[in-house]
């Protein structure tokens, strides 16, 4: 009953919805940008004139386009002109590092690129017609492939059809009532899989998609929704809390549906955001990049006192939801397990990878080809799932995904770097991920450190106020004695910690972490002075690798909260895990 969520949609494609849009809504206004509008039919017109381009450079169908994805109009002419010639768009941020971009484009053995200085002399172009592509025009090829953070240390392209992302699109539309007299505001990046709604849930009903400069304005921000008149906002939670805090005592009446999704939702910013929205409908959405966009949703009426966070919620339409244990068979009402994603939104998979994608997107016997996104929920009694996060190094910074393995890998590409390890520490009121830092010879400052990352990482990895470096770690600690350490503890695992200095025993600790050592016994007073990100990433590695003849013996006075760690061993199939007093 839960996943009995059957609707009928017409299969067509996303560059079909477009063009039906702009016959029947020629001179209303598609897209604007600051002063500069334009109407369905120039923008129609003007994406086939891409098209046209394209096709005469060789692209054809089936071919990934490159697209340097600015927020302006002419890079939404170029998405739509990359889709009719039957060919799929890789959007990627401007800002990305260099090394990140190229990475993308090799990967993706994109057969063109699609830069900002181009469109000036395409639109000079004389020819091109929809009509003279559509026959390239189809449900099942691919619209696009985003790239998303990758745990072995690249990003990694999830890649999308039209059928998958229209399904998602045209339920929400449905939902929430979105028509042609609606404005929606494009807050997200391009390369952000947020950003597909927002096109293509405007023009594909008519809509308008009202395009900002940054989201990073908040002024600017509120001034746009006043002036234009903003019916949907579509981002995630945090920069909805920074909004309603910067506006203060003023009320925005246009708002009718604000979509949050991509991140915990603060269980105080629903009330606040009826504060300043009275009419404005709240829905929390949730799902992966793997399954376009969304799968799941709720609509946050009222918060019950009782809640510890947002229900997760009920699935979009012809979209499944399932809680499976490790065996991946169904697990009974309350009882905790990983969420799988079914139905007709399920990615292809991701490109180019073959390995990753047989890792992640798997033939269940009973429910069929399914998604398994890592993350754990609890279905409820009442028909809800609660979402509890996930149990991996995959974290959320601001609605994006990031996986701690990739920021590992880029820091030890530096010539000093002999081994770094990532932690995340969300405990406080600022997003922090902590690196730390094993030099081979000579430790380097933080700062230097940072500007290194920054030539790989996007900036949403990055930021100051997010990577904290504490090099300093290990500073007076030769690489060598560690080394040496370690040989010892393979000959003679057990290791009684008492019997070391304070600081060499916190150093110690983390080597055993960073070399994923699993035969080892820790019998001793609670570990102090370690960094609690640190210490959780300790026993986290200790608990979750190891060899499967092992033995793994922690005294729990060592573990704030040995619940959540029994929660971990379940998902443990092999060896042995004793737990003493």
Known sequence: KYNNVEMDFPDVSLTELFVKAAKVYPKKIAVSNGSYEMNYEKLNILSDKVAFYLNNKGVKKGDLVYIDATRSIDTIVGILGILKVGAAYVPVDPEFPEGRKEYIKTHSKCTFELYTD?????YKTIGGNAFEYSKEWSSDALAYVIYTSGSTGQPKGVAVTHKEAVNTILDINSKFHINENDKIIGIS???????VYDIFGALS???ELVQIETQKDL???????????????????TLMEKFVNEINGEYINSLKVILLSGDWIPLSLPDKIKHKFNNAKIVSLGGATEAAIWSIYYEIEKVNAQWKSIPYGKPLSNQKIYILNFQQTLCPIGVQGEIYIGGKSVAEGYCNDDEK???SFIIHPQFGRLYKTGDFGVMHKESYIEFLGRKDDQVKVNGYRVELGE???CLEKDESVKKAIVVNDFTGENDVIRAYILPKTVLRTSDYYR???MKYLPDYMTVENLLKFFCDFFEDF???KAEDMLKILNINPKLRLKTLSKGTKEKVQLILAMSRQAQLYLLDEPIGGVDPAARDYILRTIITNYNEDASVIISTHLIADVEQVLDDVIFIQNGQIALCR
């Open 219 to 237: 002024n600017a921000l509120k001034r746009v929704i006043k002036e234009k008149q903003i019916t949907v906002w579509n981002s995630v939670p």
């Open 451 to 453: 500007k290194f990352a």
């Open 407 to 409: 920021i590992e890998f």
């Open 478 to 480: 030769n690489p060598g």
């Open 205 to 207: 009903t008519g809509a």
């Open 189 to 195: 990046s391009l390369s952000f899989d947020l950003s």
């Open 118 to 122: 181009m469109y000036e002399d395409i």
């Open 357 to 359: 994608t047989k890792a």
